[in-house]
C-alpha cells in the first residue's frame, strides 16, 4: 500500500522523473516526453516522443448500453475506435480507423487542453478543462456499409476538489515511466446509434475516463478489469485493477477502489483467465 505524494510542479527535470508513486493533485506540467529512458545516452526529443504511446479513453456505463471510444497517438500511427453495445438487444456497433501520424493528437495536460481524431467520416473531439471541473466530448462518425452512424454529445464533471483521481507514475525500469490518470466521473448528455437515442444522467450513469502516457518497450502486456456503478442509496462505487510489466507490483501499482469519491489504493492483482472457454469463470484476486 502506497501514500499520497505531493505532486511535482512538472513529472521530469534534466531528463530524470522527480517522483514515481501516486500523488493526491493531478501534473500542472506532463512533460514526460523529456525523460531520458536511453540515459546516459541523451536523445533528442523527436526521436524520444516514437517511443511514447499516449492515448485517452472513456468507458461510458448505463444500465441501457455500455459504449468505449480512444484517440491514440503512437506518433508515428495515429488509432481510434469508438463502439457501444446495447444490453437489452444485444446489438454491437463498432468503428475504427486508424491513419498516419498527424491525424491523432492526445492533449498534453489535462488542465486546457484538446484530443483529436478526424478522417474522412469520423470524428472525435475530447475536450479537458479540469480548472473547470469538466470534460467535454464531440463524436460524429457517419454511416459506413452495415454499420449505422455513432453520435454523442457528453459532459463529464471531474471535480478533484472533492473527489479524489488516480494519478500514478510507475516504473517500468530505469528511467523509464508509466503515467495514467483515471477517475469515474458523473456524465450528461445523449448518445446515439443510428435511429435510437440513449439519454444520460449524470445521477444514474457514469463515465470512466483513462489518461496514459507510456514509454512502453517492444514487448508488453496488461490484463485490466475495470467497472463503476451506483447503489441503491446513490452512492458511486468503482474499482481499477491491472497486472501489467511493473516488476515490484505490490509497491508500485494502479489498482484502486473508489467509494463515492474516496481513494484507497489496493495491493497487487492476480487474473486466473481461462485459456479455452473465456465465457467460463473468471478469478481476479487482490
Keep these: 500500500m502506497a501514500d499520497l ?22 501534473f500542472r506540467e506532463v512533460n514526460i516526453d523529456r525523460a531520458q529512458i536511453y540515459a546516459p545516452l541523451p536523445l533528442p526529443a523527436p526521436l524520444l516522443r516514437l517511443r511514447l504511446k499516449e492515448w485517452q479513453h472513456f468507458a461510458v456505463i448505463s444500465d441501457e448500453f455500455f459504449m468505449g471510444f480512444v484517440v491514440n497517438d503512437n506518433h508515428y500511427v495515429g488509432m481510434s475506435f469508438c463502439y457501444v453495445f446495447d444490453r437489452h438487444d444485444a446489438q454491437f456497433t463498432e468503428h475504427h480507423r486508424q491513419s498516419a501520424a498527424g491525424a491523432a493528437r492526445v492533449a498534453r495536460e489535462l488542465w ?5 481524431f478526424v478522417v474522412k467520416g469520423y470524428s472525435i473531439g475530447i475536450e479537458n478543462l479540469l480548472e473547470e471541473s469538466r470534460h467535454c466530448i464531440h463524436i460524429d ?28 507514475v510507475l516504473p517500468i525500469g530505469g528511467n523509464r515511466p508509466l503515467y495514467t490518470h483515471k477517475h469515474p466521473c458523473p456524465v450528461s448528455g445523449y448518445v446515439s446509434v443510428g435511429a435510437k437515442r440513449y439519454e444520460l444522467d449524470p445521477a444514474r450513469h457514469i463515465a470512466l475516463i483513462d489518461v496514459q502516457k507510456t514509454y512502453y518497450p517492444y514487448n508488453t502486456f496488461w ?6 456503478g451506483y447503489t441503491a442509496s446513490g452512492e458511486r462505487l468503482a474499482v481499477n485493477l491491472v497486472q501489467n ?3 515490484d507490483d505490490e509497491r508500485y501499482n494502479e489498482n484502486v477502489f473508489w467509494a463515492d469519491g474516496r481513494l ?3 495491493s497487487a492483482v492476480r487474473f486466473d ?13 487482490t
Design 112 to 116: 486546457r487542453d484538446a484530443c483529436s
Design 223 to 228: 490484463n485490466w478489469a475495470t467497472f463503476a
Design 264 to 266: 484507497s489504493h489496493l
Design 245 to 247: 510489466i511493473i516488476g
Design 5 to 26: 505524494q505531493e505532486t511535482p510542479a512538472r513529472m521530469v527535470e534534466d531528463g530524470e522523473v522527480v517522483a514515481f508513486g501516486l500523488f493526491k493533485k493531478e
Design 273 to 285: 483467465i481461462p485459456k479455452r472457454n473465456f465465457l467460463s469463470e473468471w478469478r481476479i484476486e
Design 141 to 168: 462518425i457517419r454511416p459506413d456499409g452495415a454499420r449505422p452512424a455513432i453520435r454523442a454529445e457528453l459532459e463529464l464533471r471531474e471535480d478533484i476538489e472533492r473527489e479524489q483521481p488516480l494519478v500514478t
